[in-house]
């Protein structure tokens, strides 16, 4: 069993960045894949990056490929996801989720864990 809880959302104007944190609890972080997706009011749950357990691979949304950035520290049972060049098109709840070892996958349904989530707020 997994818990994960976020932090770090907030209200940020356009351009700007911020950076999201997912604290996990248990022992075996280290062998989870790891994933942030969002949703957007009215929205469904989407994508948005993830990264492999060991941390040597990640992978994007087209929507956010080059401004953001996901990385993990096992020691530190933590994710983050770094948000550069924010549009307020990413105005979402963050999620952080967490599957058992295989590949990186998009589909939400594959994630067996999820935070409670945090809102980002990007203002035009």
């Known amino acids: 069993q997994v818990q994960l809880v976020e932090s770090g959302g907030g209200l940020v104007q356009a351009g700007g960045s911020l950076r999201l944190s997912c604290a996990a609890s248990?022992?075996?972080?280290?062998?989870?894949?790891m994933g942030w997706f969002r949703q957007a009011p009215g929205k469904e749950r989407e994508f948005a990056a993830a990264i492999s357990w060991k941390g040597s691979r990640s992978f994007y949304a087209d929507s956010v490929r080059g401004r953001f950035t996901i990385s993990r520290d096992n020691a530190k049972n933590t994710v983050y996801l770094q948000m550069n060049s924010l549009k307020p098109e990413d105005t979402a709840v963050y999620y952080c989720?967490?599957?058992?070892?295989?590949?990186?996958?998009?589909?939400?349904?594959?994630?067996?864990?999820w935070g409670q989530g945090t809102q980002v707020t990007v203002s035009s």
């Open positions: 989720a967490a599957k058992t070892l295989g590949i990186i996958t998009t589909m939400t349904n594959e994630y067996e864990y």
């Open positions: 248990g022992r075996t972080f280290s062998t989870y894949v």
